[in-house]
């Protein structure tokens, strides 16, 4: 079955940290672009950040920039997204998303919520 399965979503404080993970299966993310959306509530879904294939070319928002760190194991089938010095409005829902020519598949999105 193909599909795309995040993990590491949660509550954390403003200032805090969270990795999300997003592992593939049913096929190989090796000559997928990766890459993580989010969509907060009453909002339109934007991109967070980017990785191409073999990770020399690595995007992002500028609201993440110095802040977040996408990354890729590619053995391992699996992209993250490290997220520091998290803000109160990183809260959205987090969705991975693979994407090679015109084949685009999305994960089912993992929550994120920053508060206090």
């Known amino acids: 079955q193909v599909q795309l399965v995040e993990s590491g979503g949660g509550l954390v404080q403003p200032g805090g940290s969270l990795r999300l993970s997003c592992a593939a299966s049913?096929?190989?993310?090796?000559?997928?672009?990766m890459r993580w959306y989010r969509q907060a509530p009453g909002k339109e879904r934007e991109l967070v950040a980017g990785?191409?294939?073999?990770?020399?070319?690595?995007n992002y928002a500028d609201s993440v920039k110095g802040r977040f760190t996408i990354s890729r194991d590619n053995a391992k089938n699996t992209v993250y997204l490290q997220m520091n010095s998290m803000k109160p409005e990183d809260t959205a829902v987090y969705y991975c998303?693979?994407?090679?020519?015109?084949?685009?598949?999305w994960g089912q999105g993992t929550q994120v919520t920053v508060s206090s």
């Open positions: 998303n693979a994407q090679y020519a015109i084949t685009s598949k």
């Open positions: 049913g096929f190989t993310i090796s000559t997928y672009a």
């Open positions: 990785i191409s294939s073999y990770g020399g070319v690595i």
